[in-house]
C-alpha cells in the first residue's frame, strides 16, 4: 500500500502541484497582451472624457474675456521709394487700430501724432516689391503694429488691421 501512495503522489506532482492544491494555470502571452492594451484603452478613453466633458473652466475666465476696440486711423498717402525708375508710385491706405481696452483709446489720442509719424516715415521707405503678394502685406501688417507698440510705449495695440491699400 505504501507503494501506491508514492505512486499517486507523484502523479500529483506531475499534474501541477503539491498534494492537496490544484493544479496552476498559465495566461498565455497573447492573452496577457491583450488584457494589458485594453486596460490602457480604457484609462485613455477616461481621461479623454474628463478633459473634453468635466474639466471646465472657471466662470471668471469667461467674464473677464473684454471685446475689442476698434479705432479708425486717419488715411495715409504717401509716394512709395522708387530708386532708379522714373515712374512716380503712391501707396493709400486706410488702417484701423485693435486695442485691448477702451481706456486706451483716450489714452492715445494725445500720441497720435506720434503714430502716424511713425507710420509715415516707415511707409515712404517702402519699394513697390515690398508689397507684392500677401507675404509682403503681413509683413507691412507685423512691422506697423510693431512700430506701433513701440510708438505708444508702455500701452499696447493687439494688431493694425487693413481697411483699404491702394498701390497706384
Known amino acids: 500500500m505504501a507503494a501506491k501512495a508514492k505512486t499517486a503522489d507523484a502523479d500529483d506532482e506531475a ?24 486596460v490602457v484603452l480604457l484609462a485613455g478613453v477616461g481621461v479623454g472624457g474628463y478633459m473634453m466633458l468635466g474639466h471646465k473652466a472657471p466662470a471668471e475666465t469667461v ?15 504717401v509716394n512709395l521709394n522708387n530708386t532708379g525708375s522714373d515712374r512716380t508710385q503712391y501707396l493709400k491706405v486706410k488702417v484701423v487700430l485693435e486695442l485691448p481696452d477702451a481706456k486706451l483709446e483716450e489714452e492715445n489720442k494725445p ?12 511707409l515712404r521707405e517702402l519699394r513697390p516689391t ?11 501688417k507685423e512691422e506697423l503694429t510693431r512700430r506701433d507698440n513701440i510708438a505708444i510705449a508702455p500701452n499696447k495695440v493687439n494688431a493694425v488691421l487693413f481697411k483699404e491699400i491702394v498701390v497706384q
Open 15 to 38: 499534474e501541477g502541484g503539491e498534494a492537496g492544491q490544484a493544479p496552476k494555470r498559465k495566461l498565455s502571452l497573447k492573452l496577457m497582451i491583450m488584457i494589458g492594451g485594453g
Open 111 to 122: 500720441v497720435m501724432p506720434r503714430i502716424m509719424d511713425t507710420f509715415q516715415t516707415y
Open 63 to 77: 467674464a473677464a474675456a473684454k471685446p475689442a476696440v476698434f479705432v479708425d486711423m486717419p488715411e495715409v498717402l
Open 130 to 140: 515690398d508689397l507684392d503678394g500677401s507675404a509682403g502685406l503681413y509683413r507691412l
